[in-house]
């Protein structure tokens, strides 16, 4: 019976989310600042900790919308991953209870299903 090395998967799912959640907040800077703000570059990496501001969006965010909706669903994807890593369930298929392959967790470490299931999930 093999078990997956959580403890490298954890620190994987840390790292994409910190990408997801960066490439989130440059969508939002850039559909917010597109209204009085055309030029400016000035955006550089601040580990500043502002609190998000969501009351002040669904304005401008049409162009953006797939992608951001794909992150957030990554982001939450990544979050209940990182919420088995604690309960110990990290790396079973949800669905069928099999292991996860490590090359698949290793190409999408937030991924619920087995390969078999998800090819069954996407023929529907
Ligand atoms: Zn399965």
Redesign the pocket.
């Known amino acids: 019976m093999s078990t997956v090395d959580v403890a490298r998967f954890r620190d994987l799912l840390l790292e994409r989310r910190q990408a997801v959640a960066n490439a989130l907040e440059n969508l939002h800077k850039e559909n917010a600042g597109s209204l009085e703000d055309a030029t400016g570059e000035l955006v550089s990496g601040s580990a500043d900790q502002h609190p998000a501001d969501t009351a002040t969006e669904t304005v401008d965010r049409e162009i953006d919308h797939t992608l951001e909706e794909h992150d957030e669903r990554v982001l939450e994807a990544i979050d209940a991953a990182l919420g088995r890593t604690e309960d110990g369930t990290y790396g079973k298929?949800?669905?069928?209870?099999?292991q996860?392959p490590e090359e698949r967790l290793e190409a999408m470490p937030w991924a619920t299903?087995?390969i078999?299931?998800?090819r069954k999930e996407e023929r529907g």
């Open positions: 298929c949800v669905n069928c209870g099999a996860i299903l087995c078999e299931c998800k």
